[in-house]
């Protein structure tokens, strides 16, 4: 079994970065096979429940209100809205739904709404899933409480190079989300993106502070950059898809048991790169039309390509409610006897 580490130095993880190509995907390969079915892929839908006029200027992103990309804004979904999109993930085979807003934080007057929609998803068997922006630690327990399997938080880039990226907010602040999100007893989904001008020491950062986390990500989205027209990124030059692939691949070898996600731009590749990334270690896509506001490949394309690489789709442990009821009845009855044993010790 590999070593998890969480000691990484930047310099280790940049030499893995740029180790020649071929050495690289066989380190990544056999981590992977040790710790995964190499042929299964967990797929997530995405649903943008609230779209644009964001406050926040990252500069990557198309619903940034500082930014002109002529994007709709929406505002909060109805929570049946909502489910019905949730229940069509369901239909063309998602295990996970993902719910993101375009919010600084979200408000008290929106949480009884995403807390029904987590309910409401849970209820349809279908993984958890919501990005919402910074969460103070009573919002991250009110969220755990109503069921909510994983937050995404991404850290996006290397701490050094973050503020040419965003100035509305801190490096030291997603961390301290993604602290409360941990500390709720929630899985964390957090990543970054790729091609945004950044160094290959800066995405050895990014792989440095992810891996470094007390605990791995349960899921390291990694994103290529959809360029947006209007976004101050709109004209960055191209990243090299293989510098891509040797993220994937690095990652894969910081974090075994971390599912890694070919997280967007998926659109914009070919097949085989798309390929050349599973062999490099991801094990899980967004899956369905669209991403938040973008296009993502449709879900018949994504099968034939399954099919051509003889890949499945990961079915979700099926959410087993004798397994809940029993642990209730442990939990309560554990209950019981402490406090018999509390009652004892007063008598
Ligand atoms: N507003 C919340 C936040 O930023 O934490 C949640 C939604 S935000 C759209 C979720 C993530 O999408 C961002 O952290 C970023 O990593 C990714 N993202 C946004 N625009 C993107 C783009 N054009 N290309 C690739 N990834 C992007
Ligand atoms: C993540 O890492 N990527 C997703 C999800 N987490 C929320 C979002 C990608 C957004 C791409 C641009 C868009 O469609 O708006
Ligand atoms: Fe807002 Fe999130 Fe987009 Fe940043 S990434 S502008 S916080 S929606």
Not at 83 to 95: D, M, P, S, V, W
Not at 255 to 261: A, I, K, L, Q
Not at 286 to 305: A, I, K, V, W
Request: hydrophobic content about 35%.
């Amino acid at each position: 079994m590999t070593e998890i580490r969480h000691d990484w130095h930047r310099g280790e993880i940049e030499a893995l970065l740029t180790r020649p190509f071929h050495d690289l995907l066989y380190e990544a390969q056999s981590v992977h096979r040790a710790h995964f079915d190499p042929n299964a892929i967990q797929v997530s839908t995405l649903l943008s429940i609230k779209t644009g006029a964001c406050p926040e200027d990252c500069k990557y992103c198309p619903q940034s209100g500082h930014y002109n990309t002529s994007l709709e804004r929406q505002k909060l979904l109805q929570v049946e809205k909502v489910l019905e999109e949730a229940r069509a993930a369901k239909a063309i085979g998602a295990t996970r739904f993902c719910m993101g807003a375009a919010w600084k934080h979200p408000s008290a007057k929106d949480m009884p709404y995403v807390i029904e929609m987590v309910k409401g998803v849970r209820a349809m068997g279908l993984e958890t899933c919501m990005t919402l922006g910074r969460l103070n630690p009573q919002q991250a327990n009110d969220l755990a409480e109503a069921g909510l399997d994983y937050y995404n938080h991404n850290l996006d880039t290397s701490p050094e190079y973050y503020s040419s990226i965003i100035t509305t907010r801190t490096y030291a602040e997603r961390l301290e989300t993604l602290g409360h999100v941990r500390d709720a007893g929630m899985k964390i989904c957090a990543g970054g993106i790729l091609g945004m001008g950044e160094s290959v020491n800066d995405r050895a950062g990014l792989l440095q502070q992810l891996a470094n986390l007390p605990v791995h990500p349960e899921s390291v989205p990694i994103n290529m950059l959809v360029r947006v027209k209007g976004t101050p990124l709109e004209n960055v030059d191209d990243l090299d898809p293989l510098e891509f692939v040797r993220t994937v691949a690095t990652a894969r070898i910081l974090m075994p048991h971390s599912r890694v996600r070919l997280a967007a731009g998926r659109e914009q590749m070919s097949d085989e790169l798309q390929a050349m990334t599973f062999f490099a270690g991801a094990n899980s896509i967004f899956y369905g039309q669209r991403l938040l506001t973008t296009p993502n490949p449709e879900s018949d394309h994504d099968h034939l390509l399954f099919k051509r690489l003889g890949m499945h789709p990961e079915q979700r442990e099926e959410f087993d409610d004798s397994t809940l009821d029993a642990a209730i009845h442990e939990n309560l009855h554990s209950q019981r006897v402490s406090e018999l044993a509390v009652d004892a010790a007063a008598h």
